[in-house]
């Protein structure tokens, strides 16, 4: 059986254990062992990565707006007609946001709190309606109408 010869194999060891004229031929060498590992070019620390590829004019050090998905769902509680656009507006601000679109994003996460805020108004306004009702009604039976 033969073995493949690799970059930085010798061709008489099984091990791949490295040239045998001291060449490094893209690979250190442990000299301990005398196996070869490959360095995949990191020359610095561990880890170390050029920062200045992700400081594009894309990425924005800024964090978004919040999505105001607690007043969509508070719209879906209260009143469910304006939930389904609370809903779409919240859940595209993330969306929006990352493709760069930060005006639409704001007007996003604007629109779906705005409607959330509406729609518990709404069910205050009902609410409030509904015990005026009550008390006009105890008040005209008392009254012996």
Not at 36 to 44: E, F, H, K, V
Not at 140 to 145: D, R
Request: net charge negative.
């Amino acid at each position: 059986m033969t073995t493949p010869n690799y970059p930085g194999s010798s061709s008489d060891s099984p091990y791949g254990a490295g040239p045998s004229n001291g060449q490094e031929s893209g690979y250190w060498q442990d000299s301990s062992y005398g196996q070869s590992t490959p360095s995949y070019g990191q020359n610095a620390a561990y880890g170390a990565q050029d920062t200045a590829a992700f400081t594009g004019s894309s990425v924005s050090a800024r964090p978004g707006p919040p999505s105001n998905v607690g007043w969509a769902v508070a719209s879906i509680v209260c009143f469910w007609p304006l939930a389904f656009v609370a809903m779409t507006r919240a859940l595209d601000v993330y969306p929006l946001w990352a493709a760069g679109r930060h005006a639409e994003a704001e007007a996003a996460s604007a629109s779906a709190k705005r409607l959330g805020v509406i729609s518990i108004a709404i069910v205050a306004a009902l609410v409030a309606l509904y015990v005026v009702f009550i008390f006009v009604m105890v008040g005209l039976a008392s009254s012996g109408f």
